[in-house]
């Protein structure tokens, strides 16, 4: 005779009672989004808790049915102090749901996202070839089709190399980076149907530019670096993009340093960007021309 606990996850991910002890309860779980980044579980409680067996009637009962209704109070009073627990443990993990500010659209606010760790490698530093020889450089790319880095050999990985840019004499270092800035900053999140959730430069200064660009629904994190590094060209500036979460970027990268570097372009720059042609790997995979 006594109750059973059973639950399952609908479509929507959300808890929901089968039993006869939640339709007697006056706790309703309410899944809620709080614009926090990650679902919290609500408690409603409606009214008191007036189903309960009142001790004048106990002498009525069975000894069956005395132990289901002791068995109810206790579930209400365990499921209370363990919603109590989760609101209190899900909301101080939560993070904030929108990275950026200049992002296209509130659409999808509600939805979990994926940014994934920010890489503790990033910069210019120590590096190791494919044989164990080393060198200064950005973060080499892995396998994945989803990054492009200059400083990774051409030889060694073909399809993850791409040209470094250089800039006009005219200018300095410290007058290079600032059009680098200048036309990140000038960006347009949604251009190509990526970076909808928008972009933020972390980190500026002569010789060195880190950016953030996010996607709208999944909110994806991807990194971009520009650099400057001594014995690489006076006036050569280092580049990289990459995803941070998943395999494939669909294009993802390579749009954003082709936009990025068409900017500069006209302003005197050598920015190759990406050709697909010399990427054909990347291409195919991620259905991209």
Not at 21 to 29: Q, R, W, Y
Not at 136 to 147: D, T, W, Y
Not at 213 to 227: C, N, P, R, T
Not at 229 to 236: A, F, Q, R, T, W
Request: aromatic share 10%; net charge neutral; hydrophobic share 30%.
């Amino acid at each position: 005779c006594r109750p059973r606990r059973r639950w399952y996850h609908n479509e929507e991910h959300t808890l929901k009672p089968t039993t006869n002890i939640m339709k007697n309860s006056s706790a309703l779980l309410l899944p809620t989004f709080l614009g926090l980044g990650s679902p919290v579980i609500s408690f409603a409680f409606m009214g008191s808790f007036s189903s309960m067996p009142r001790q004048s009637h106990h002498h009525h009962l069975t000894h069956c049915s005395k132990e289901h209704s002791d068995h109810n109070v206790s579930s209400r009073r365990d499921m209370l102090s363990w919603g109590v627990a989760s609101l209190v443990s899900l909301t101080s993990a939560a993070q904030p749901t929108n990275a950026f500010a200049n992002k296209i659209s509130d659409t999808y606010d509600d939805r979990p996202k994926r940014r994934g760790p920010q890489p503790k490698d990033l910069g210019v530093g120590k590096r190791k070839d494919m044989v164990g020889e080393e060198y200064i450089g950005l973060k080499p790319c892995g396998p994945a089709p989803n990054c492009f880095c200059s400083t990774d050999d051409k030889e060694d990985d073909p399809e993850h190399n791409i040209p470094a840019w250089t800039w006009p004499k005219n200018l300095d270092k410290t007058q290079a980076f600032e059009e680098i800035e200048k036309a990140v900053n000038d960006y347009k999140p949604g251009q190509g149907n990526i970076d909808g959730g928008g972009f933020e430069v972390k980190k500026s200064e002569p010789g060195y530019l880190y950016a953030q660009f996010e996607s709208l629904k999944q909110g994806y994190i991807d990194d971009v670096e520009f650099a400057f590094i001594d014995g690489k060209g006076h006036n050569v500036v280092q580049v990289r993009s990459s995803s941070r979460v998943g395999y494939l970027d669909f294009g993802v990268n390579a749009k954003r340093l082709n936009y990025i570097a068409e900017s500069l372009r006209a302003s005197g720059w050598k920015a190759p960007g990406v050709d697909f042609s010399a990427h054909r790997d990347y291409a195919i995979q991620n259905g991209v021309q």
